[in-house]
């Protein structure tokens, strides 16, 4: 198989309300939309969901831009592809990850769609059900928190996630735990503490947290192995994993007992495959995060989080939550907090051609 176009749609989503973090505040969604087409003709397509601002990882859209068109497409250009034959042309770049992963993921479509076979078979995936759970940004008040927490308990999300932020923590957790003693609870504090919160995190550690997400630097294994060693409660990397390297460092270093893994930050389903099996030889426990994704960006997230090792709820709004239209025909929908991967070959969801050329704010054609 070979790629005779790349496109590439920079699209602004309609954004229904923003997502506070300990990062910053996303209230504007634009994102990178990969789409490859083959010399059969057959169309992939791949989501790299980098933020316009390098404020949660150090990739933007225009650093994404720039890879795919100044790198990725001239070594790609007249050659065979597989997924190895793929990683082996572009194996001499450096990070990039998201770059990367919106091309990938464009070149397993295009191969599941050639063989008539689905994804999940070509991935090697263990269940077809995959449990959620909501990441909840920090809201005006701790009233319309419980508010929201109320309502996806109701939906029958599987576990809640709450950012947390210095001010934003104890108070929160206290009255959380109040209202519900025995729910799935874990927080996520976006690298905003530092180890002289470690008498916070030791506090932490009486509400019984499934895991704390990311407390410390961005990429800091050190001080997180130093804070898992004095706190009971799970540290769970998000930022700091950004390849399989990182997480074989994270595991030997003991920095944390469970994975966040987002198949963009790792730079692409071939990575998830390869830390699934290192995750399994070391037994820590993976999920699948999210960065607000568009829904072909989601459907992909579904599609790592079907690996055997992804034991704990994945992160994922439906369509409608967080945009008020999405890319995608069918939307990204779940039943009692459980999605069903889709048994098609391809990206099992039929992509939106009016959504995507109505939010697209610019649009990119490179001939091979
Ligand atoms: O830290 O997990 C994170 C969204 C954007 C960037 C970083 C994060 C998040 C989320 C939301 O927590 C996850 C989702 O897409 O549902
Ligand atoms: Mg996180």
Known sequence: MKIKEIQLLHVKLPMRYPFKTGFGTIDNRETLIVRLTSSEGVVGYGESAALTEPIYLSE???????????????????????????????????????????????IWMILSKLKGVPLTKLLGSTRSQIEIGESIGILPTIKQTLQ??????TQGYKRIKLKIHPGWDLKLLSAVR??????????????????????LFQELDRYHLLMIEQPLGYSDLLDHAKLQSAINTPICLDESITSYDQARYAIELKSCRII?????????????????????????????????????????????????????????????QFYSSDLTQE????????????????????VDQGNLKKYSINQEIIKL
């Open 331 to 350: 939307g990204i929908h779940f039943t009692n907090g459980v999605a069903s991967l889709s048994t098609k070959p391809g990206l099992g969801y039929t």
């Open 260 to 320: 966040n893994i987002k198949p963009r930050r790792v730079g692409g389903l071939s990575q998830v495959i390869k830390i699934n099996r290192l995750a399994k030889e070391h037994h820590i426990p993976l999920w699948c995060g999210g960065m607000l994704e568009s829904d072909i960006g989601k459907a992909y997230n579904l599609l790592a989080a079907s690996l055997s090792e992804f034991t704990l709820p994945a992160d994922s709004t439906t369509t409608g």
């Open 148 to 153: 929201v927490i109320d309502k996806r308990l």
């Open 178 to 199: 109040h209202q519900y003693p025995d729910i799935v609870l874990m927080v996520d504090a976006n690298s905003s503490y530092t180890l002289n919160d470690l008498p």
């Open 60 to 106: 933007t859209i225009s650093t994404c831009q720039h890879v795919i068109r100044d790198c990725i497409a001239p070594r790609i250009k007249g050659r065979n592809l597989n997924i190895k034959q793929y990683l082996d042309a572009t194996s001499d770049l450096k990070e990039h990850q998201i770059a990367k992963f919106g091309v990938e993921c464009a």
